[in-house]
């Protein structure tokens, strides 16, 4: 498995909509467990194909951080939202800053697995958290993106120091 370079802001891939995914072939393979290496490599608990300068709706994620607990999600897409909670995050792609992202604390979304296969899923709070931040990668939107204007002036002038 390689380690791919994980593109950080400004990079204008990370503010494009990334396209859906037809193809779940052996290339296809090694790029979902290339992101899933990346990702743990990183320290992070997801990881959107964009952010490895890849514009396709693919995202991966380890809540619990633990090796062979992790998902990989093809053309995600949310069907249901729900309950409302502010929390910190921060992203692989703007690295040394965090902020205080409003999200909903359950979602219920559709998605194909690695080999496309279609599932819907729930999931809550932490989990629920990661897949909307990636989600939200994959629609060309960062985490500076769902702050108010003056935060975002905070955020980026601290990024720019780093």
Known sequence: MTILKIR???DPILQKKAEPVSRFGTEEQRLFDDMIKTMYTAD????AAPQVGISKRILVASPTMTQG???VFINPEIL???GREMGLEGCLSLPGISGEI???KVVRFRALDREGKPLEIEVKDFFARIIQHEIDHLNGVLLIDRVDFDKRQELLASYQRL
């Open 102 to 104: 409003p999200r909903a």
């Open 44 to 47: 992070g608990v997801g990881l």
């Open 8 to 10: 950080t802001y400004p």
């Open 69 to 71: 607990e992790e998902y």
């Open 80 to 82: 249901e939202a729900r």
